[in-house]
């Protein structure tokens, strides 16, 4: 993901000269062809995350689209009140960029575990927020942010996510994309957890799982969820996040707000700190986040919820 990122990104500075990316110090190998074809639109703002922003919103209100990176909490949770004061409060367009969604830099432990994020970002006002999950729909949320603009966070995953969708995706902000029709049970994901997803979904083929991923939080597609909870008898979601205040909370407050009397079951990760430490699929097992979890804990919900059936019969 982060590749066809910065793919994407200096395709799109070769042609604009207003387009601007600020590092805090890092991604080097990832940023260096950026930079070097770029030196005039290219800034490294040092380990130094709150001036990375305050300067970013500076140059967007004077004219320039402008990009922040860094990896996991950093350019968010550590520069908060200057996204919320200087780019939300100003509408300036700033896309904060984080690499490393999730439980990706798993090794570094909880400083570097980004699980909060998606939460946070949605609450600030103006933002809209973003976590694709597999490099199309990278390359379709940067689309929409290119053109148009304002306040963003992106986060994206390390390197090596495979890919998921076959063609190109055209995907307006705040859409969703919907992998296969007609199940009874529909799984919602987002960001780089959707490997794992379309693989429980293939296990569960017996029970007819389809799977739609969300790379947008907010704007979020209320409408899916509303056609879902007519359509399937099990709306799950999955998440490498907490499990207070991203995709699932965001599922549970349309379906609260709605009618519709269908099941939840949220998967994600418990909002708790943790000492554990490994690589992200050794982190993503350990949260009950792995494929044959996931599937696990479907079967087990659905197993449940045909007992009370029959027991209402």
Same mark, same amino acid.
């Given at each position: 993901?982060?590749? /066809?990122?910065?793919?994407?990104? @200096?395709?799109?500075?070769?042609?604009?000269?207003? +387009?601007?990316? +600020?590092?805090?110090?890092?991604?080097? *190998?990832?940023?260096?062809?950026?930079?070097? %074809?770029?030196? *005039? $639109?290219?800034?490294?703002?040092?380990?130094?995350? $709150?001036?990375?922003?305050?300067?970013?919103?500076?140059?967007?209100?004077?004219?320039?689209?402008?990009?922040?990176?860094?990896?996991?909490?950093?350019?968010?949770?550590?520069?908060?009140?200057?996204?919320?004061?200087?780019?939300?409060?100003?509408?300036?367009?700033?896309?904060?960029?984080?690499?490393?969604?999730?439980?990706?830099?798993?090794?570094?432990?909880?400083?570097?575990?980004?699980?909060?994020?998606?939460?946070?970002? /949605?609450?600030?006002?103006?933002? %809209?927020?973003?976590?694709?999950?597999?490099?199309?729909? &990278?390359?379709?949320?940067?689309?929409?942010? @290119?053109?148009? *603009? =304002?306040?963003?966070?992106? /986060?994206?995953?390390?390197?090596?996510?495979?890919?998921?969708?076959?063609?190109?995706?055209?995907?307006? !902000?705040?859409?969703?994309?919907?992998?296969?029709?007609?199940?009874? +049970?529909?799984?919602?994901?987002?960001?780089?957890?959707? =490997?794992?997803?379309? %693989?429980?979904?293939?296990?569960?083929?017996?029970?007819?799982?389809?799977?739609?991923?969300?790379?947008?939080?907010?704007?979020?597609?209320?409408?899916?969820?509303?056609?879902?909870?007519?359509?399937?008898?099990?709306?799950?979601?999955?998440?490498?996040?907490? +499990?207070?205040?991203?995709?699932? #909370? %965001?599922?549970?407050? &349309?379906?609260?707000?709605?009618?519709?009397?269908?099941? @939840?079951?949220?998967?994600?990760?418990?909002?708790?700190?943790?000492?554990?430490?490994?690589? $992200?699929?050794?982190?993503?097992?350990?949260?009950? @986040?792995?494929?044959?979890?996931?599937? !696990?804990?479907?079967?087990?919900?659905?197993?449940?919820? /045909?007992?009370?059936? #029959? $027991?209402?019969?």
């Amino acid at each position: 993901m982060r590749n /066809r990122f910065f793919s994407g990104l @200096l395709a799109a500075a070769l042609l604009d000269e207003d +387009i601007v990316l +600020i590092t805090a110090d890092l991604g080097y *190998g990832a940023v260096d062809a950026f930079a070097e %074809a770029r030196p *005039g $639109q290219f800034v490294n703002a040092g380990v130094a995350e $709150q001036n990375m922003t305050g300067l970013a919103a500076g140059i967007a209100l004077g004219g320039a689209r402008v990009f922040t990176y860094s990896i996991a909490n950093f350019p968010t949770l550590r520069c908060l009140e200057q996204i919320r004061n200087d780019v939300c409060y100003h509408g300036a367009d700033v896309t904060v960029v984080a690499v490393g969604g999730g439980l990706a830099y798993g090794a570094l432990g909880m400083s570097h575990h980004a699980t909060e994020d998606l939460a946070i970002m /949605r609450a600030m006002p103006g933002m %809209a927020v973003a976590a694709p999950g597999d490099p199309v729909e &990278v390359g379709a949320v940067l689309s929409d942010l @290119l053109a148009a *603009g =304002g306040p963003a966070y992106l /986060r994206l995953g390390k390197t090596g996510e495979g890919t998921v969708h076959s063609t190109s995706l055209e995907l307006t !902000r705040g859409g969703s994309a919907l992998l296969g029709s007609g199940g009874n +049970i529909l799984i919602c994901s987002t960001g780089g957890i959707l =490997g794992n997803v379309c %693989a429980a979904a293939d296990t569960l083929s017996d029970l007819s799982a389809d799977v739609r991923s969300f790379p947008w939080l907010s704007p979020f597609d209320t409408a899916a969820i509303h056609d879902a909870a007519g359509r399937y008898r099990l709306i799950v979601t999955v998440e490498e996040h907490s +499990i207070i205040g991203g995709l699932g #909370s %965001a599922v549970a407050e &349309v379906l609260a707000e709605s009618a519709a009397g269908v099941p @939840l079951l949220r998967i994600a990760l418990p909002p708790t700190p943790t000492s554990v430490v490994g690589d $992200q699929e050794f982190l993503r097992a350990h949260h009950g @986040l792995d494929t044959a979890s996931i599937s !696990r804990r479907i079967r087990e919900r659905w197993e449940a919820m /045909r007992g009370l059936a #029959s $027991q209402v019969r």
